[in-house]
Structure formats: structure tokens, C-alpha cells
């Protein structure tokens, strides 16, 4: 079974252009998870949906990160425009509550560096 | 009251040694408390993981010990090997609420 998808890998933009970064979670999976990890920190979440539905969006920066989650499956986050500090890696992770199992997913991550 | 503390921040142990990572959480309604290892370059995996209701969870040469009364826990790496050189990080959480996760304990393991 494949498990979580992202690209691009990596991506390197001037400041105050836009990015955006896909993920497709693991089939079946309906909790899907935008953290963002700074070097040498642990990640941080930016956004969480439950199927379609963001349902914590607490910590999105949301004057420029978007983000969406159309039919329930696949994910796009945005940044427009990028700054400088918005350089990290975003990881996307997915889980499932099949049998009360909240193990989360993890795919390998964007490294995203404004420039 | 979300966060969870881990130390230390960077671990050295000799092959076949013991390591030990601690983390402290605050939040008494977090009910599953992972360990994940990351490799440079990839996405955290899940290592191994413990809900309140048991002190100790072993797994090959991983265990978690965990004190709930001290809002405790922590990861034993027993014959620790040179592919166990990763960062480790300690999370918590509740339901399908987000991760909560320590700042990362980068271990190296020397032969």
C-alpha cells in the first residue's frame, strides 16, 4: 500500500511569490494533517480536516495560507504571498479512526526556501 | 498546557548502550503517546506508541515507561545500533486532535 504522497519535494521561490504543495493521504485514510517543521523543531499543525472539512484551521496563518481538500481525498496548501520565514519543511500526514486507531501517516515533506 | 517538554536535545551513545529520552506533558486529557523517528530527509514514522492505561510498552529493543502521575514519559533504546542514529521525537494527543510534539532529541549512536 503506497503511503502518503507529496510533491514537490523540494522548492525554492523569491519572497512574495506564490507556492503551492499536494498530498494524497493513504486510501481510505479521512483525517488529513498540514504540519509545518522549522529546523531542529518538532512539526507544528497547521491545518486539519475530517474528510472535506477543516476542522482545526487554528494556527493557519490565514492572511496567506490557503488550503483545500476537495471530495475528501486530495490536499493542496498555498502561500501567497511567500516571505522569508516561511521557509520549513511542510509535511502532510493522514489517519484513520477505524478501530480507534489514531496512528497518523506521515509522507516525506516539502522543503520549501524563500529566497 | 499543550505543550510537551522533551530533553535532550542531542544524545550521544556508544553501540550496544542504552539510550534514554524523556519527555513531560501537561495536558491530563491526552490519551496516546507516540515516539517518532526521523531520518534526514524524510517525513516522521511512527516508532512505537503507549495510552495511559499500561506504565511499560516494549517492542523489540524499544520500550516506553510511562508515569501518568508524574505526566511522564519516556523512550529506552537497549543495544543501541549505529542505524538507530535519528531524531526522535516524543508527541501527545487526544482523539483525532493533532500531535503535540517535543522539540526533537537528535541521537547519535558512535561504534
Known amino acids: 500500500e503506497a503511503g502518503v504522497v507529496q510533491s514537490p519535494r523540494y522548492k525554492i521561490i523569491e519572497k512574495k511569490q506564490p507556492v503551492a504543495f499536494w498530498c494524497n493521504p493513504i486510501s481510505g485514510h479521512n483525517t488529513l494533517y498540514w504540519y509545518r517543521q522549522n529546523l531542529g523543531q518538532g512539526p ?4 486539519r480536516y475530517e474528510n472535506e472539512e477543516a476542522v482545526d484551521d487554528s494556527q493557519l496563518p490565514k492572511d496567506r495560507f490557503s488550503a483545500e ?42 522543503r520549501l526556501t524563500v529566497v | 498546557q499543550q505543550q510537551v517538554k522533551q530533553s ?6 556508544q553501540k550496544g548502550g542504552i539510550s534514554i529520552i524523556n519527555c513531560a506533558y501537561e495536558n491530563t486529557a491526552f490519551d496516546y503517546f ?31 515507561s ?46
Request: glycine fraction near 10%; aromatic fraction near 10%.
Open chain 1, 44 to 47: 507544528e499543525l497547521l491545518i
Open chain 1, 69 to 110: 481538500r476537495l471530495k475528501g481525498v486530495d490536499s493542496t496548501l498555498k502561500i501567497q504571498p511567500a516571505e522569508l520565514g516561511d521557509s520549513a519543511v511542510y509535511l502532510c500526514a493522514s489517519s484513520s479512526q477505524a478501530g480507534g486507531n489514531t496512528e497518523a501517516f506521515f509522507g516525506q515533506g516539502t
Open chain 2, 8 to 13: 535532550p536535545q542531542s544524545l550521544i551513545v
Open chain 2, 34 to 64: 507516540p515516539w517518532y523517528q526521523q531520518f534526514p530527509g524524510k517525513g516522521p514514522a511512527l516508532l512505537i506508541a503507549i495510552r495511559p492505561d499500561v506504565s511499560e510498552k516494549k517492542e523489540g529493543r524499544f520500550t516506553i
Open chain 2, 66 to 111: 510511562f508515569n501518568k502521575s508524574a505526566k511522564q514519559f519516556s523512550l529506552h533504546i537497549m543495544d543501541s545500533q549505529p542505524g538507530d542514529s535519528a531524531t526522535y521525537f516524543c508527541a501527545a494527543n487526544f482523539g483525532n486532535e493533532k500531535l503535540t510534539f517535543g522539540t526533537g532529541t537528535r541521537l547519535t549512536i558512535i561504534p
